[in-house]
């Protein structure tokens, strides 16, 4: 898997979670314009083709986030998506000089737990979230 910086250009469209999207229609685009403002913003290729988007930002000093979305492609080439996250992380970690890195997935997600496992986090709490909306 290469790692590119984001460029619109190349999410014309891709594929996620079995359906074909195009992504300047979805809500992942403006997502990664608002966090290419405070950190990095990177895209996964895989033959030329995106398997999956994500990046880091920092929330204060040491102090950072981070988010990634890969598409079932991404599936089939399991170990090397997973050792270049890591290697890439761990660059934008020493770049940005994070010393705190949250990550965060939905509960019942096992391969997103693991893979979060893979890349060193270690579990924290669960947080029970209500979210409310005013239309």
């Known amino acids: 898997m290469k790692i590119v910086e984001f460029k619109k250009e190349l999410l014309t469209n891709w594929v996620y979670n079995g359906l074909e999207k195009d992504i300047l229609g979805s809500d992942i ?3 990664a314009e608002f966090y290419s403002n405070l950190g990095g913003v990177y895209i996964g290729l895989v033959d030329e083709r995106v398997i999956g988007l994500g990046g880091i930002f920092k929330l204060w000093q040491g102090i950072g986030g981070c988010f990634l979305f890969l598409n079932k492609e991404a599936q089939g080439y399991k170990k090397s998506v997973f050792k270049a996250i890591k290697e890439y992380l761990a660059d934008l970690i020493e770049k940005y000089d994070i010393k705190i890195l ?7 997600i096992n391969e997103a737990e693991n893979l979060i496992k893979h890349l060193g986090f270690t579990k924290e709490r669960e947080l029970k979230i209500h979210r409310y909306i005013r239309r």
Do not use: V
């Open 29 to 31: 685009l403006p997502m």
């Open 102 to 108: 949250s990550a965060e997935c939905m509960d019942g």
